[in-house]
Every structure is written in C-alpha cells, then in structure tokens.
C-alpha cells in the first residue's frame, strides 16, 4: 500500500518545479519582421498608379489611403456589407476582400471612372432621377454593383434586382428606390 500524499509533499514538489530555470522572453524567437512595401503598378479608371505598399495591402486601402480615390467605401472590411465594390476587368468585387498586388495588370473601375467628363453613367444619372439614397455612403458600392447587374442580365423583375443587389446593405433603407434606379436604367438600356 502506498503512502498518502500530504499537503507537506504537495508544497515540496511546487517549490522544486518553481526553483527551475524558466524560459527568459529574450530566449523567445524575434517575431518575423513586416514585409517590406513593394511596388505595385496598378490601372485605376485607365490611369496607372504606381505605389509602395505592403503585400498585405487590400485594394480598398491602396485606392483609399495611397492613391486618395475615396469615393469607394469602407464599411464592414469584411466583405460583408458591398460599400467598397468596385470593377476588375468589368466585374464587380469587394474591394475590402482583393489584395491590391493581386490586380496588377487588371483594368480596376472605381465610382470616380464610371462618368465620361459631365456627363454621368446612366446608372448615375437614374439614382439621382430617383432619389436612390439617403446618407449616401453606400450609393458609390450600390452604382457600382447595379452597372454590373446590369451587364450580368439579373434585371428582369423587382424581385430579382433584389436577390442580386442583396450583398449590398443600405442602412438608411432606401432600397424601393434603388431598385427603381436599377429598373430604370436596365429599361433604357434595352430599348
Ligand atoms: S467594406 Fe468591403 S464589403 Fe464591406
Ligand atoms: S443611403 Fe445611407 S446607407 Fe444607403
């Protein structure tokens, strides 16, 4: 039979396994230092943009924070809300989930492409028609979204220009009329 562990043989072997050297954080290995900024040649609304900036970089933050073309939002950052949707090779996509290295090379459209001089895209031209926004911060995503709906032939109801707008959120509501800008201008684009 072996003999019953007392508290005074508890408080022994903790004391011994305190009295161990320890791993000092100077031991612990260097965390890997940033990537250091590469350039990236980048192709905005037709004009080439050359820019330093970190491989992690997404094109939300080059167009935003290195290239100064705000008019495409942040929302979530997460892909989750469509304010920052732009256009690459004619397709939209969220501009929060591309890392802007990734685009090089790429014809990449942004809300401030969209209009010929004065003269606003008809998508533009049918919001304001319209009235297809409140706050107007999530309109450049929804313009940008709705052009290429349009390209993509999901206009062909109401109900249908709903389920393909839905990954852009609109926190003041105004999807009736946004949809009706998007019916609109589908409508003159057909005739
Ligand atoms: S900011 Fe990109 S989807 Fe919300
Ligand atoms: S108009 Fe305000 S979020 Fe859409």
Redesign the pocket.
Known sequence: MTAPITRRDLIGTSAAAAALPMPSLADAPAPAAPAAPAVAALTINGQVHRVAIDQRTSLLDALREHIGLTGTKKGCDHGSCGACTVHVDNKRVLACLVLAHRVEGRAVTTIEGLAQGDTLHPMQAAFLAHDG???????PGQIMSAVSLVEEGHTQSEAEIAEWMSGNL???G?YTNIRAAIQDAARAKRA
């Open positions: 926004y409140q706050c107007g911060y999530c309109t609109c926190r003041c105004a």
